[in-house]
């Protein structure tokens, strides 16, 4: 029988923001976990694979962290005791039409020994790279670059050669968006991504980087463990209903009340669930944009360079489709995870061409939101949207508090503020 002293909180959405919310009121609270799915943890999408008797925890979607840019969830990670493996940054640019390709070492090199070796093309991308870490960094201290990317690199006079094979490339890897929307996102959040990540992005080399032992559903299922509340996946809600006293949800199983809501699902799909939002909930919700994109998980090696030497964990490919240049991500998972196996394993973000079908895996569909510059503007306030109500949200969508208003989209931020409504929530009762 359930004691009435105990309050009941439901949590929709058991991504990284769910998790944690439902994680940190774990001893305050009786905890019911919603998602529509039939598993649990949202982006943290380990596929385990066997071979030879080994299984293998492959990530599909949230991979890498390190302890600058990641704090709360390092520190979370340490108090559930998860493996943390350490990973060797670095990455590849290819061209699989015209043959250009460069990649970490390149990149590192002094100039005389790039105009020694490299044609034009690739000598202003490193130009043109060195001059946007460099410059970057100050216009972001001094506010000037709170502007939609393609207009600050329209500014600076970036060559067209720079931004689609090296910003288009970076970008659509760290945020998972197509080309055409790179261009929208505020030159802040992109310059602070690489301040905090290395002027590679997620194939930096200057930057602790680690991968969850396993696979990340590893501190998923130990979180998980912690909580010990009520699990109710593949069952949707559909109506979120708030008073002032009470939050009632309905799935197709019927309708039940609850003192308090935690939305952990993306602002597009909270604000479809949400009966009766507030002014403010509905101002916030309604600003988000999704991209959707398509990943694989595969063995085939079509999709990587002809030169097995130039393989890296972080591979950044373009290839003309129908007259149209493409962009796509291809992570070596084998290096990427730090494991042996007799395969090499892939996972492709946005392959615009077909793998072999019997090299296909897995398959999944994510929806990441569009960072641009009304979102960005909306986070210097976005964390009043919880003051005084029952429906608490959270989401990538906010930023984390402790990394500033230009960390949105990532784990990080999913994380800290699954932490925040938490707090908040205790506070309140």
């Known amino acids: 029988m359930t004691d009435p002293t105990i309050p009941r909180i439901a949590v929709v959405g058991a991504g990284v923001s769910g998790v944690s919310a439902a994680y940190h009121l774990r001893n305050h609270a009786s905890i019911t976990l919603f998602d529509r799915e039939e598993r649990i943890g949202g982006h943290a999408n380990t596929v385990e694979v066997e071979e030879n008797g ?17 704090t709360n969830l390092c520190e979370f990670f340490d108090e559930l005791g998860v493996e943390q493996v350490e990973h060797k940054g670095a990455f590849n640019f290819f061209d699989l039409d015209s043959g250009l390709e460069y990649g970490t070492n390149e990149l590192g090199l002094e100039e005389e020994e790039v105009a020694a070796r490299y044609p034009e093309e690739f000598q202003t991308i490193w130009r043109e790279a060195r001059r946007f870490h460099t410059e970057g960094r100050r216009d972001f201290v001094r506010k000037k670059a709170d502007i939609p990317l393609g207009e600050y690199l329209d500014k600076n006079g970036y060559s067209e050669a720079f931004r689609t094979s090296y910003v288009i490339l970076l970008c659509s890897a760290v945020w998972s968006i197509p080309a055409e929307l790179i261009w929208q996102m505020p030159a802040s959040t992109a310059i602070a991504f690489f301040m905090g990540h290395d002027e590679g992005g997620l194939g930096g080399q200057h930057v602790d980087w680690r991968t969850v032992g396993g696979g990340s559903i590893t501190y998923v ?17 559909t109506r979120i209903h708030q008073d002032d006293d009470s939050v009632t949800i309905t799935t197709a199983k019927g309708s039940e009340q609850f003192d308090y809501v935690v939305i952990g699902a993306h602002a597009d799909e909270a604000l479809a669930m949400l009966e009766n939002p507030t002014e403010h909930q509905r101002e916030v919700l309604s600003k988000v944009r999704y991209n959707a994109s398509r990943v694989v998980l595969h063995t085939d090696p079509s999709v990587m360079p002809a030169d097995r030497e130039r393989w890296e964990a972080w591979n950044y490919g373009k290839v003309a489709v129908d007259g149209e240049d493409r962009t796509y ?5 084998n290096k990427l995870h730090g494991f042996t196996a007799e395969k090499d394993y892939f996972v492709t973000l946005d392959y615009p061409l077909e793998v072999a079908a019997d090299t296909a895996i897995a398959e999944f569909p994510y929806t990441h939101p569009i960072i641009d510059n009304p979102v960005r503007e909306m986070q210097k306030d976005i964390y009043d949207v919880n003051n005084g109500t029952r429906v608490k949200l959270a989401g990538a969508y906010f ?31």
């Open 54 to 70: 080994k299984l293998l925890g492959i990530d599909t979607a949230f991979v890498v962290f390190n302890r600058p840019a990641y």
């Open 221 to 237: 299922r130990k979180a998980l463990a912690a909580i010990d509340g009520e699990i109710r996946t593949g069952e949707p809600v």
């Open 329 to 333: 991500v291809a992570y070596y998972m």
């Open 399 to 429: 930023h984390a508090k402790r990394h500033g208003v230009d960390q949105i989209g990532s784990h990080e931020a999913g994380y800290s503020s699954g932490m925040d409504v938490a707090q908040r929530i205790i506070s309140e009762l």
